[in-house]
């Protein structure tokens, strides 16, 4: 079935550096979805991206669309102690039931001030 | 808009005591997800719907478990009766299309 791989699982960086994560999978997707869940909250949309070779921004945040639809990258620039929580992709889910998505592990950011 | 809307927030109970989740999703939105997240396992799909009809509960664990969504703004998932694995975050989202909104979760603690 359908799984989307996200590296790395975890991150430790210091306060302004920036930060590069990605997310693959076997299948191809026609859309990404990337989420933020901060500690004891549940996951925010953080971008979406429909169109393959998409390049997205929202704010220090900036997504792209693999060309192959195989893949995605969120990228956070000057990070900030208020990025820390896990990142997830998502993408729907083709091979089961419509409507249905498909989520990664999530990478687990920390940034130490 | 207030988002979906899940209540409680946090629930104690103990073991072999039901324990009902309840859920409102964003207005308008045609299909509601119910989440169960853990250290161990991530993020877990249990249930969801499309115009309040169930139309894939494989994620569920057992029958310990059932899910209702009785009309368009309102669902609840129950756990009868609650054993200590049972702990966990579960989340409920709406969507229109594909992108789903996350209720805040409930954080469940089964004794």
């Known amino acids: 079935g359908q799984q989307l791989n996200q590296s790395p699982q975890s991150m430790f960086i210091q306060e302004g550096e920036d930060v590069s994560m990605n997310c693959t999978s076997s299948?191809?997707?026609?859309?990404w979805l990337w989420y933020k869940q901060d500690p004891g909250e549940g996951p925010v949309l953080l971008i979406a991206?429909?169109?393959?070779?998409e390049l997205t921004s929202n704010g220090r945040l900036t997504a792209q669309f693999g060309i192959t639809r195989k893949d995605s990258f969120l990228n956070i620039s000057a990070s900030i102690p208020s990025d820390v929580g896990i990142y997830f992709c998502a993408g729907p889910n083709y091979g089961g039931s419509q409507g249905n998505l498909i989520f990664g592990k999530g990478t687990k950011l920390s940034v130490k001030p | 808009d207030a988002g979906v809307i899940q209540s409680p927030r946090h629930e104690v109970t103990e073991m072999g005591q039901e324990v009902t989740l309840r859920c409102k999703p964003i207005s308008g939105h045609d299909y509601l997800f119910w989440y169960r997240q853990t250290m161990m396992r991530g993020l877990e799909l249990l249930i969801y719907?499309?115009?309040?009809?169930?139309?894939?509960d494989s994620g569920m664990p057992e029958d310990r478990f059932s899910a209702k969504m009785p009309n368009a703004s309102f669902s609840t998932l129950k756990i009868q009766p609650s054993e200590p694995r049972d702990s966990a975050v579960y989340f409920c989202?709406?969507?229109?299309?594909?992108?789903?909104?996350f209720g805040p979760g409930t954080r469940l603690l089964v004794l």
């Open positions: 299948s191809i997707f026609n859309t």
């Open positions: 989202a709406s969507s229109f299309f594909e992108t789903q909104y």
């Open positions: 991206l429909y169109k393959a070779g």
């Open positions: 719907f499309n115009n309040n009809v169930p139309i894939d």
